[in-house]
């Protein structure tokens, strides 16, 4: 009870974001006269919102999953949040509740993200078992569920596979902005311990850092980006975005702190130019997303060899210690 | 205060106690400490102790125990037996991380992050301001690090572009900007070329001359025996604890390394 007037207080504070949200972009709309942004559709509202949300929280994070070699612990999680995602809607036709699919993915996601990181420090790697265990573990649970009441849960459940502009509801962008909220504001004040713990994880213990516990934030912050980015992105997609654009990022930048502005300019880019093709073009926008992605992160990894190419002086002066 | 070693398996120690200076702080002390990750320990009753500004190295073959010593020492690792303490405290409780600055074999890593000489000095000064902000004075030691270990031209470089030893400097510059009273060097020389291998020692030997306690773990016998003021032989137990003089002619060597290595070292001569 207490919970749910949390719920709902937390829900009433981002309602004015939203509000304001929509008038900024039928602003837009007399401006630009834009067919997207047509207040007719006010789900492109939110599902604008909802992707422009997910181009800062998933580079933000899988920068630090990237350089941990852990790019693979999204895909993982978006498989549990999709168990999540089905137990919400068992619980929902069997019990008659009305609860949020996203919030059970959160919770179950968030569990699995504890799993995957107590697995990994009783056996003192992240291998690629565990996570393979968690992540069929997960799918397996979430169409287990779903087969043992098809008639009801079968309807729907494509839209968290592969992700869906058109049923971002209300409640779920302020679900979304909440996420936003509680990830942009834990890395920000907890950015020193996240680098050092994710650039030497054994310098970063010495330096009296609680590398376990940073760890576990990490993951459990990943579960919540994926959770999510899922409404657009869906299942099969998600991790892509905490991949892609860091990859990209990497590519052309000269320092970690430009490379996360930079990861997150290439995620914003993939994902309005991704909304906007696919709405346009009438396909998937979290295939249409990647896509963009990935095509991105191409020109970024030429980008790159053209600058490599263009400072051979600076490779040979490299190569030449200094002897003070 | 004297300066001794317990163990009861060294060789030449007993003669090798080291007159140390009166005001002199112990930085590491291990008594007794067993450890092992199954049921065979990795090392036994090992009994150390460093005083401030020593400089120390611990040798041993491959699978000796060395690394796991170092993680011990550290608190990173819990003894079995025996305790272990770093600056007067229990090491797996110790929290003032500024004052131990640590510097892994890295060379030859191909990690791909894109971190700057700077960000990594940078990260020295994180025990100092926790979740804050660095402010213009702490961007000022970090300068000054760089600057000691003359990094300043590649101090906007990132830190995959130099060399082995360019990148042992800049992580020596992280423990400088942490203001480190004692510095913990893991093989910090593997893979790094024979020049970039001088310059560094010439380094740790400034450093040392400027009162760092410094604890190198190193497989270079020459190297140690030329630069280290005391040298720690371990093979499990500890083979040798006295001045690096010393180790070449002791039967230690021998013993933890075979015959071949006095030749490898000069020693006997």
Redesign the interface.
């Known amino acids: 009870m207490t919970l749910a007037f949390a719920a709902g207080g937390v829900y009433e504070a981002f309602v004015p974001i939203l509000e304001v949200w929509y008038w900024l972009l039928a602003l837009l709309y007399q401006l630009t006269g834009l067919d997207l942004i047509n207040p007719e559709y006010t789900f492109m509202y939110r599902a604008i919102l909802v992707g422009l949300c997910v181009g800062v929280i998933a580079p933000l994070i899988g920068t630090f999953l990237v ?1 941990r070699q852990l790019a693979l612990i999204g895909d993982a999680l978006a498989h549990t949040a999709f168990a999540g995602v089905a137990v919400g809607l068992f619980l929902n036709a069997v019990l008659e509740l009305s609860v949020s699919p996203y919030l059970t993915a959160v919770v179950v996601a968030v569990i699995a993200a504890l799993l995957i990181e107590l697995i990994s420090e009783a056996t003192d790697a992240y291998n690629d078992v565990s996570m393979a265990i968690v992540l069929s573990t997960g799918f397996a649970l979430g169409t287990v569920l779903i087969s043992l009441n098809a008639g009801g849960l079968a309807v729907g459940i494509n839209q968290y596979l592969f992700g869906n502009l058109s049923t971002v509801s209300a409640e779920n962008a302020v679900i979304m902005l909440g996420l936003f909220s509680v990830i942009v504001a834990t890395v920000a ?2 950015r ?2 996240l ?2 713990v ?3 994880e ?2 970063a ?5 609680p590398v376990a516990w940073y760890n576990r934030i990490m993951v459990m912050l990943t579960a919540l980006v994926v959770v999510g980015a899922m409404q657009i992105m869906g299942v099969i997609l998600v991790a892509a975005m905490l991949v892609v654009p860091v990859a990209g ?2 590519q052309v ?7 996360l502005l930079v990861s997150i300019v290439l995620a914003e880019l993939a994902v309005l130019l991704g909304i906007g093709i696919s709405y346009y073009a009438g396909a998937t926008a979290g295939g249409v997303i990647v896509l963009v992605a990935v095509g991105i992160y191409v020109l970024s990894v030429l980008a790159g060899k053209v600058r490599q190419t263009g400072a051979p002086d ?2 040979r002066e ?2 030449s ?4 | 205060m004297k300066m001794t070693t317990r163990s009861s398996h060294r060789d030449g120690a007993d003669e090798a106690t080291i007159e140390s200076n009166e005001s002199r702080l112990s930085v590491v002390e291990l008594a007794d400490v067993s450890f092992g990750y199954t049921s065979t320990p990795v090392v036994e009753d090992i009994s150390v102790s460093i005083d401030a500004g020593e400089y120390v190295a611990v040798v041993g073959p491959n699978g000796s125990g060395k690394s796991t010593l170092m993680q011990l020492l ?1 608190g ?1 690792l819990e003894p079995d037996s025996g305790t272990a303490e770093l600056f007067g405290v229990d090491a797996t409780a ?5 004052r ?1 600055g ?1 510097v ?1 074999q890295r060379a030859g890593t191909s ?6 000489v700077r ?2 000095v940078k ?1 020295g000064r ?2 100092h ?3 804050g902000r660095l402010s213009a004075a702490d961007w000022r030691i970090v300068d000054r690090a760089i600057d000691t ?2 990094m300043s ?2 101090a ?3 830190i995959t ?3 082995g ?2 990148r042992q400097r800049a ?1 020596i510059a ?1 423990a400088l900007a ?1 203001e480190a009273d004692l510095l ?1 060097l893991d093989e910090p020389t593997v893979g790094v ?1 024979t ?2 291998v001088d ?1 560094f020692y ?2 740790l030997e400034s450093l040392h001359d400027n009162g760092i306690t410094v604890l190198l773990i190193e497989h270079d016998l020459q190297a140690v025996i030329e630069h280290a003021d005391r040298v720690i032989c371990l093979n499990r137990e500890i083979y040798f604890d006295g001045p690096s003089a010393e180790f070449t002619d002791s039967a230690a060597l021998a013993r933890a390394f075979g015959t071949g290595a006095q030749t490898l070292t000069g020693g006997n001569r």
Do not use: C, K, W
């Not at chain 2, 110790?94 to 500024?98: E, H, I, Q």
């Not at chain 2, 990690?111 to 700057?116: A, L, N, S």
């Open positions: 350089h004040l907890t020193n311990q680098l050092y994710t650039f030497d054994t310098a213990a010495v330096a009296g850092i990022a990497t930048s000269r320092s970690f702190s430009e490379s600076e490779a490299l190569d210690i200094s002897q003070d | 550290l990173l110790f929290d003032d991380g500024a131990v640590y892994a990690r791909e992050m894109p971190i700057t960000e990594v990260m994180f025990p301001v926790g979740f270990v003359g031209a590649f906007d470089r990132r572009q130099l060399s030893g360019q992580f992280r942490g913990v070329d020049e970039s310059a010439g380094l």
